[in-house]
């Protein structure tokens, strides 16, 4: 129990520093809504120039300047540190200056990976000017050791926790108490009210990220004379520190330290008892720690879709759909074949280093471009196939193919498990967790001697079918042609499999849980299975990917599948294009070792300096051109196309005359009579804490009916139709043609028939028309016994709603009222027997609002019975058959228009007094 004690309390020291970095990624998120990777990174760099200051040398880390100034001798502790958090408070005005100003309107995820890129440049600049050698720093705190009775803990680990603990009230109160804490809460809660106030956003953002970067800056310097700088372990303080972060929220900054001190004493107590416990692993067990808070994080606090309003917007770019893949495809076979079979040696190595790169870029284009998981395990999880390989080839003698398939599918579990978390997160979250299991895993297995091959290494036998030697070769047949062959093969099986993926049900299922995972839900799609699918397939692939890279290795050694280079992997993904399988190849020509790095670090020796390059290029492409690099060859060849084919787009105005042509002014009659009960609501209540949105509302629909739902403001129309769809949690029954939709999800509802549209219309912004409607589809396809929507069926049902001019256009580019249309049809694709519409008229004009109701007319003729919310009253007394009203979550009302129209209780609803029918009219 002493030695438990006492190292729980030598771990305050990486304790406090954890704490110290969470506490500046709280700030830097809540100033800016940056979650910054390179927190950690710039720990680093301020650590060695305190170190370099203390030896009287000011370092430059920009390449083409001398490597260090002499200062004319070596400067004492105080004037060291002032002038390290003097350049680190420097160098945090000018990253947001140069690079975060400029994304401050930019999605989440965008800032992120420009952190990332931000991590890379520094990580690469260091280990370029100053190396990858320890570099020791002389004490700073006291360094006596502290004695309770037998409990022996040096006082320097108590010291940097004390400090940081202080700190922590300090800002707290700061926060609190002044002018300038009150600025940036107001900033963090709503930047146009912060102008309006008076406040500048952008000047409050200068002075979070100048302070952010030197209390950074701060817990580098202290941890450095007890944990020598080396730039890998430093980066990857970031980890904790990030877990830390998510426990606090991002924005809650008592908690986030808290975390990072316990993440700290917990890794000590661990490494403890790895050590003296027999049956524990030997390796792994301090990098478990923050992996396991972030999921008993996940546990209290995720939540399997988005709430309403909180909605993770699509943020990746459009995902293109491929066309003509023939003669591309054949191209770039052709050129590939060409450049294995006229080069040789380390050239022809590169090549091969390209296709395997570029298969494991596509398991990323799957699981970030596609399903929009932003996953950093991708590197991993080939690191998964590729130790698993070695056992299977050099253990168990497994041949070629079958060794690489099964370890891909080892990678698949591991893939899966990966993706667990991603049920109930979205966003950056999923980033966290997915580095924190890279970097587990690392540990635990890829550098652990118990399960990589110890001292000799994971050996990996040459591949051979048929008696045909398959292997890289070695000496005068390195690189081995036959082997290049064979990568690429597999290369473009994959990039055919992925291309056929984007284009088929499953893919539009991935892209629409992508853009919008309620909407997704709402057409039926599982959005959890989903998920789990684009992890399963992502992780196979890079298991493939990873089972090639043994193969060329012959050894399997742990840095190349390293969560630090899982990172860079995901970042040249990214920079490259990571929503389409051209970006994906782009990104294998690009990567470390392949082409591009060997013919230009032969060409102008850029080699040490290659990941600054494309780390600087990242910077520049999020601030530029986030789709990526491959968007302006697509763009190039659109553009080339269309001057030689033409191309047509229709105007607005042929749309806004397909909209109203035809279109009278009043709306027919009934002509199709109720019949028995459909849908039924039992005392339907819904509470969010003490508020009570919903209470006790039971009504019947009849089939064939049209009801109105109206009430004013904050009525709780909207939280009721979340309720009776299954997004929101409630009390009461709801059934539907008898069978009870209770506890059932909101996928699930959809596939029984209920389907229903958005108040915020939330479609998929970067599919077409014509493809938002397909996925609407999903519903139907997996009801018993209904026929889903042919072609002709689409046609009818686009010509319905006059949406076929623009059936190939993205939703992004339609008016409102178009992008109305699109939800409704949508959710007509699933053929449900009722359809919930929310506001379906929000954004028409009078005249097109008229249109709808000949629509909804049409659609309720057709067999589709409808529950629709709307303010346009007109529209609501006009199509109707009854009207249920609600006020403060309560039925007020239940009766045909006439009826409501005189109803004093609904005119003082909505005008605060009993007025006429008349007046309500009106």
Request: aromatic letters at 6%.
């Amino acid at each position: 129990m002493t030695q438990d004690i006492q190292f729980l309390l030598l771990g305050l020291g990486n304790g406090a520093v954890y704490a110290a970095l969470a506490l500046a990624l709280v700030m830097t998120y809540r100033s800016s809504g940056v979650v910054n990777f390179a927190t950690g990174a710039i720990a680093l760099y301020i650590a060695y120039t305190y170190a370099y200051l203390r030896d009287g040398e000011l370092l430059i880390p920009i390449p083409g300047f001398p490597k260090t100034i002499d200062l004319g001798g070596p400067l004492g502790l105080a004037p060291a540190m002032v002038i390290a958090l003097l350049i680190a408070a420097g160098l945090g005005a000018l990253l947001y200056l140069c690079v975060f100003r400029m994304l401050r309107t930019a999605p989440a995820t965008a800032k992120a990976v420009a952190s990332i890129a931000v991590m890379l440049v520094i990580q690469a600049l260091l280990a370029a000017r100053v190396g990858t050698s320890p570099v020791s720093v002389d004490a700073i705190l006291p360094t006596d050791i502290i004695e309770i009775g037998d409990i022996r803990v040096p006082a320097d680990r108590v010291w940097i926790a004390a400090l940081v603990v202080v700190l922590t009230v300090l800002l707290i109160l700061a926060f609190r108490l002044t002018r300038f804490g009150l600025a940036t809460r107001a900033a963090a809660e709503s930047e146009k009210g912060a102008i309006v106030a008076g406040l500048s956003p952008e000047r409050i953002a200068y002075a979070n990220w100048a302070l952010s970067t030197m209390i950074a800056g701060l817990a580098g310097i202290l941890i450095a004379p007890i944990v020598p700088l080396i730039p890998v372990s430093y980066t990857l303080f970031i980890v904790p520190a990030l877990a830390a972060a998510l426990v606090g929220n991002f924005s809650a900054i008592g908690p986030a330290v808290a975390a990072g001190l316990g993440i700290g004493v917990l890794q000590s107590e661990m490494t403890h008892l790895q050590a003296s416990v027999s049956w524990m692993p030997q390796s792994g067990m301090a990098e478990l720690i923050p992996l396991a808070m972030i999921l008993i994080f996940l546990v209290v606090r995720g939540k399997p879709l988005p709430t309403r309003g909180a909605i993770i917007q699509n943020t990746l770019g459009a995902a293109p759909r491929p066309r003509n893949l023939l003669i591309p495809g054949i191209v770039g076979v052709v050129v590939a074949l060409g450049f294995l079979i006229f080069t040789e040696g380390s050239i022809r190595g590169a090549v091969i280093v390209t296709f395997t790169v570029a298969i494991i870029a596509l398991s990323q284009v799957v699981v970030t471009g596609f399903a929009g998981q932003i996953s950093l395990a991708q590197l991993t999880l080939a690191g998964v196939a590729a130790y698993t390989m070695s056992r299977l080839t050099t253990d168990w003698g497994v041949p070629f193919p079958i060794a690489p398939v099964l370890a891909a599918l080892a990678a698949t579990v591991v893939g899966v498990v990966v993706g667990l978390p991603a049920l109930r997160i979205r966003g950056l979250p999923v980033a966290v967790v997915t580095l924190s299991l890279a970097v587990f895993l690392e540990a635990f297995w890829f550098r652990n001697n118990e399960f990589n091959g110890g001292i000799d290494g994971a050996v990996v036998k040459d591949p051979s079918l048929f008696g045909l030697d398959l292997g890289i070769g070695s000496g005068s047949t390195y690189p081995n042609i036959a082997f290049g062959i064979l990568c690429l093969i597999v290369l473009t099986l994959v990039g055919l499999g992925v291309a056929r993926l984007r284009t088929s049900r499953l893919g539009a299922s991935m892209l629409a849980v992508r853009a919008n995972e309620r909407s997704a839900a709402a057409a039926g799609v599982n959005v959890s299975r989903t998920k789990l699918v684009a992890f399963a397939i992502g992780a196979f692939i890079a298991g493939i990917g990873g089972s090639l890279m043994a193969y060329q290795q012959t050894v399997v050694v742990p840095e190349s599948y390293a969560a630090i280079a899982g990172i860079g992997m995901f970042a040249l993904v990214y920079l490259a294009g990571v929503t389409c399988v051209s970006g994906g190849v782009l990104a294998g020509i690009m990567g470390a070792g392949g082409i591009l790095f060997v013919l230009l670090d032969r060409a102008v020796n850029l080699g040490a300096y290659y990941h600054v390059i494309t780390g600087v290029l990242l910077v520049i492409t999020i601030i530029a051109n986030p789709e990526g690099i491959i968007s302006e060859v697509h763009k190039a060849t659109n553009w080339l196309r269309n001057r030689i084919f033409g191309n047509r787009k229709e105007t607005d105005a042929d749309l806004d005359l397909a909209l109203s042509s035809g279109t009278d002014t009043t709306v027919e009659g009934f002509s199709r009579a109720p019949g028995e009960v459909i849908l039924s609501s039992k005392g339907i209540g819904v509470r969010y804490g003490g508020v009570t949105a919903v209470e006790n509302v039971s009504f019947d629909v009849r089939d064939g009916e049209i009801i109105g739902l109206i009430g004013p403001n904050g009525a709780g129309k909207t939280t009721f139709i979340d309720a009776i769809s299954g997004f929101a949690d409630a009390t009461g029954s709801v059934s539907l043609d008898g069978d009870s939709l209770d506890g059932q999800r909101p996928y699930q509802r959809s596939r029984r028939g209920l389907g229903r549209t958005f108040q915020g219309i939330e479609l998929y912004d970067d599919l077409s028309v014509r493809e938002n409607v397909a996925v609407g589809a999903t519903a139907a396809r997996h009801r018993p016994n209904t026929a889903t929507l042919g072609d002709d069926d689409l046609e009818r049902l686009f010509e319905l709603l006059h949406l076929t001019p623009v059936v190939d256009r993205q939703v992004k580019e339609l008016s409102q009222g178009q992008r109305q249309l699109v939800s409704v049809a949508r959710a007509l694709a699933g053929r449900p027997r009722v359809v919930l519409l929310d506001e379906p008229a929000a954004g028409l004009d009078s005249t097109e609002s008229v249109w709808l109701g000949h629509r909804l007319r049409a659609i309720r003729d057709a067999g589709v019975t409808v529950v629709m919310i709307d303010h346009d009253m007109e529209l609501v007394l006009a199509v109707c058959d009854r009207i249920v009203v609600l006020d403060l979550g309560k039925v007020i009302a239940i009766g045909t228009p006439d009826e409501i129209r005189t109803d004093p209780a609904v005119a003082s609803a909505y005008l605060g007094a009993t007025h006429s029918g008349e007046e309500l009219k009106a």
